[in-house]
């Protein structure tokens, strides 16, 4: 039920503004398609929000040669609609493309997706992470970048003063692609999603969400692939296999899935993965 407080929105212009309202105690109000459910989570809804919409750039996707940087206010419909077809960045797409309903994707943003730090089934977090993104954070005048892992591993202090403003993409993967199990077809949170990346010097990165709390890196699985011919299993047969042998996540019970069951799909998802993978490879 919603409290009768009065409660006051501010639209930032400018990062400086939106770091004063934060400073005063305003809570980011980005989609809302997470924020907005509190109530419903036995949270108490803030007093006051700051928008991030109004501030220039933030809503912009700059696609240069090397380099693509993504402001934390852009929707995933955005993100998947502008990032689909470019080499390397098919995990993303399919993160974006994938994730919750449409009329979800058309509100809920970059930024939302990565600081909600009690959502454990992000998509778009293993495919950064398999990407190896960097997260641009503001807390003074001074932006901040760090590796998607560095922010994850320290996200609630992190976010604490600062604000999450861009993500940066190196284009210098060669292929990458992103699995993820839903119960049902659509609306349903991932029990479980894996993301896997060719890097520039053909080693593979593995990214698994939705098992533990937070996404998290499979380093495990990294070093049993770099150990096979070529550095990289040949099929997504031996790639599942190897993956049930270095099963080392921890499952969470949640509502839609028990720990085990999200630990027991993942060399399916593994396959999956690297299969898609294996052929993008082979098409360029
Ligand atoms: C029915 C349903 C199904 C869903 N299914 C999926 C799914 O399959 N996959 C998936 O990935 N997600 C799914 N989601 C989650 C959805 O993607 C999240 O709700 C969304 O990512 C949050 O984004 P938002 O822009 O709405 O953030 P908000 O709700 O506005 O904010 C969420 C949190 O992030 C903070 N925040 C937002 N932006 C910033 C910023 N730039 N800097 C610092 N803090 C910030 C806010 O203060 C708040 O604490 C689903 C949601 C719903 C309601």
């Given at each position: 039920?919603?409290d009768?407080?009065e409660?006051?929105?501010t639209?930032?212009g400018?990062i400086?503004e ?5 400073k005063?105690g305003?809570?980011i ?5 997470w ?10 809804l803030p ?7 109004a501030?220039?750039g933030l ?12 402001g ?7 993100l ?9 960045l098919?995990?993303v ?5 994938g ?9 809920a943003t970059?930024?939302g997706?990565?600081?909600?730090t009690?959502?454990?089934a992000?998509d778009?977090?293993?495919?950064l992470?398999?990407i ?13 970048c ?8 320290n996200r609630r ?18 292929a990458s692609a ?5 119960l049902r077809r ?7 999603i ?5 890097t520039?010097e053909r080693?593979?990165?593995i990214?698994?969400?939705?098992v ?5 890196r499979?380093?495990?699985?990294e070093?049993?692939?770099s150990?096979e011919?070529?550095?990289r ?6 790639a599942?296999?190897?993956a049930a042998q270095c ?7 949640g509502?839609?899935a ?5 630990r027991?799909?993942?060399p399916?998802?593994v396959r ?7 052929q993008e490879d082979?098409?360029?």
């Amino acid at each position: 039920m919603f409290d009768n407080l009065e409660r006051s929105l501010t639209v930032a212009g400018s990062i400086e503004e939106a770091l004063a309202a934060r400073k005063q105690g305003a809570a980011i109000l980005a989609g809302g398609t997470w924020l907005m459910r509190d109530e419903r989570r036995g949270l108490t809804l803030p007093q006051a929000f700051v928008s991030l919409h109004a501030v220039p750039g933030l809503k912009a996707i700059d696609i240069e040669d090397h380099q693509i940087t993504i402001g934390a206010a852009v929707t995933h419909e955005v993100l998947g609609k502008l990032l689909a077809g470019i080499a390397g960045l098919e995990a993303v797409t399919a993160a974006a493309t994938g994730a919750a309903n449409p009329a979800i994707r058309r509100v809920a943003t970059v930024g939302g997706n990565l600081c909600t730090t009690d959502f454990a089934a992000a998509d778009l977090l293993p495919a950064l992470l398999a990407i190896d993104a960097i997260v641009e954070l503001q807390a003074d005048h001074v932006p901040l970048c760090l590796p998607i892992a560095s922010f994850l591993a320290n996200r609630r202090d992190l976010l604490a003063g600062a604000i999450l403003t861009r993500v940066i993409l190196c284009r210098d993967n060669l292929a990458s692609a992103h699995a993820r199990l839903p119960l049902r077809r659509a609306g349903d949170y991932p029990v479980a999603i894996v993301s896997v990346a060719l890097t520039a010097e053909r080693q593979i990165r593995i990214a698994v969400g939705s098992v533990e709390h937070v996404a998290r890196r499979w380093t495990t699985l990294e070093e049993a692939f770099s150990a096979e011919r070529d550095g990289r299993p040949a099929s997504g047969e031996i790639a599942a296999s190897l993956a049930a042998q270095c099963n080392d996540f921890e499952g969470r019970d949640g509502i839609e899935a028990d720990g085990w069951y999200r630990r027991q799909v993942l060399p399916a998802l593994v396959r999956r993965s690297m299969e898609a993978l294996l052929q993008e490879d082979a098409a360029r």
